[in-house]
């Protein structure tokens, strides 16, 4: 079992820049693959970044360059460190943990956080 609360979500203007949090808990260890998925409704889930355990990173090409994901292995909290937000950013943003290497596979073996919303404005 694996719970991640996510935290850090909220409205902007373009430009700006914000930092989601998650804060993981339960048996969660660094052998996992960790990312930030976003989603629009009627839309699919969307990768943006991924940490795995040799903290090889990968983004998707809209973020590349404005996004940054870590982990913080003594508190256990993966975060996503957003700048030069743009409007096409806004989503529901989902931190996500599999076991195994990255990429990340959805499904009945994936644990995620709530969701927190970005919004952002022209």
């Known amino acids: 079992q694996v719970q991640l609360v996510e935290s850090g979500g909220g409205s902007v203007q373009s430009g700006g820049s914000l930092r989601l949090s998650c804060k993981a808990s339960?048996?969660?260890?660094?052998?996992?693959?960790m990312g930030w998925f976003r989603q629009v409704a009627g839309k699919e889930r969307e990768a943006v970044a991924t940490?795995?355990?040799?903290?090889?990173?990968m983004y998707t090409d809209s973020v590349k360059d404005r996004f940054t994901i870590s982990l913080d292995d003594s508190d256990k909290t993966l975060y996503l460190q957003m700048i030069h937000l743009k409007p096409e950013d806004t989503a529901m943003y989902y931190c996500?943990?599999?076991?195994?290497?990255?990429?990340?596979?959805?499904?009945?073996?994936?644990?995620w956080g709530q969701g927190t919303q970005v919004t952002v404005s022209p």
């Open positions: 996500a943990a599999q076991g195994g290497s990255c990429p990340i596979e959805p499904g009945y073996n994936t644990f």
């Open positions: 339960g048996n969660t260890y660094r052998g996992y693959c």
């Open positions: 940490i795995d355990r040799d903290d090889t990173t």
